[in-house]
């Protein structure tokens, strides 16, 4: 829902809403420089831009562009990255230091979505002709430490400029440019395709993509956020599509993820994955429908609480679920509701037993909202036991779905 776009040594973008695509508007300082800035592009969670820039903070010496330099034109091109602060700002670009850049051109960087791959094209760490395209990764959470940048090969680099090189979101397939020689010794450039051998592929990813939408089923454009579940750190975000509601979240396999969708006037839809297992993809394929607040009211619609978390057999709320009952509160408070906490369970064990476990946690929550700034007045805590299943208790997905947390709200 967002493009960059190069125009005479600066860059724009564009939003795409409802409408189609704005007019391209110019980065603002710092992204854009009294120099030359291009090939830019966003990362998988939207908080970092990485380009390159002929401004004054490249390393080694300036050289104005198409000045013959290094037996080329490019002259001395460095790879930047401005990062997002917490008000949603781009800060002063970082220069990648000297493990990529060196004195002569750096150009097209590529960060893949595991956030640590970096492939980009030089014309300074010798290689086989002019530009080639070099791999190299992020070795700590800071933007400066990264390995000695390998060389892609012979399969991939020429002995003239190679580069524009993007990499599939599954790390398979890689996509460049590759200059031909033509009848009468003219070059022209081509888009190729090749099937990355595994030591030169990127970190395993995961994905969520599906479609928003109301409970009429009409589109519906909002923000999808996604956290870490045991920091409580907000890791990325992004728009669904504003025409179709469509989104495509791509996650790093290094940590356990909620994720939830914002939009006012409608109770946030949230759901949580793990993916500490780094080998593994996980490819979710989710649509989900948001309800409106109003609605839920007026049709007494009773919601789960995805993101709440209990030990076994026990009413103990984790940590991982302040983050969902922190929004909860929220809500509550800023429309003024009255609220039903409604604990369930699965079949096992006896109907007792369960009864009181579903009320204890139930309990728990209430305790919590209370905590959070809620009127204790507004806040009802029932359990239900077993007696409300919404799948078969035969499955063990069926039980899961059993076990579960209700909201309903009223005025």
Known sequence: ????VFVEGDLFFSEKTIEGWQEPLPYPYPINSEFWDADAMLSSDGNAMVFVSRRKEVLHMHHKKWETYHGDGFGNIDIFISLKDENGNWEEPINLGETINTPYAERTPFLHPDMKTLYFSSDGHGGLGKMDVYKTTRLDDTWMNWSTPVNLGKDINTTEN??????????KMA???ISNENIGGEYSQDICTIELPKDLRPETVSTISGQLTDSEGYPI?????????????IVGKLKSDPNTGKFFVVLPNDRQYSYFVSKDGFFPKANNIDLRDKGKQVDVDESLEMVRIE???????????????????????????????DRLAQLIQDYNLKVEIAGHTDDRGSDQDNKVLSQNRANAVKKYLIKQGCDTNK?????????????????????????????????
């Open 1 to 4: 829902t967002e493009l960059i």
């Open 175 to 177: 996509y460049f440019a």
């Open 295 to 325: 609605e839920m009211v007026e049709k007494d619609i009773a919601l789960p609480l995805k993101n709440l978390f209990f030990e076994t057999n026990k009413y103990n709320i984790k940590e991982t679920s302040f983050l969902e009952l």
């Open 221 to 233: 454009e909002a923000e999808i956020i996604w956290e870490d579940l045991q920091s409580g750190e």
């Open 162 to 171: 190679d580069w524009g090189y993007k990499v599939s979101t599954d790390g």
């Open 379 to 411: 806040i009802q805590a029932i359990g239900y036991g077993e007696d409300n299943p919404v799948k078969s208790n035969k499955t063990i997905e069926g039980r899961a779905k059993n076990r579960r947390v209700e909201v309903r709200f009223k005025r």
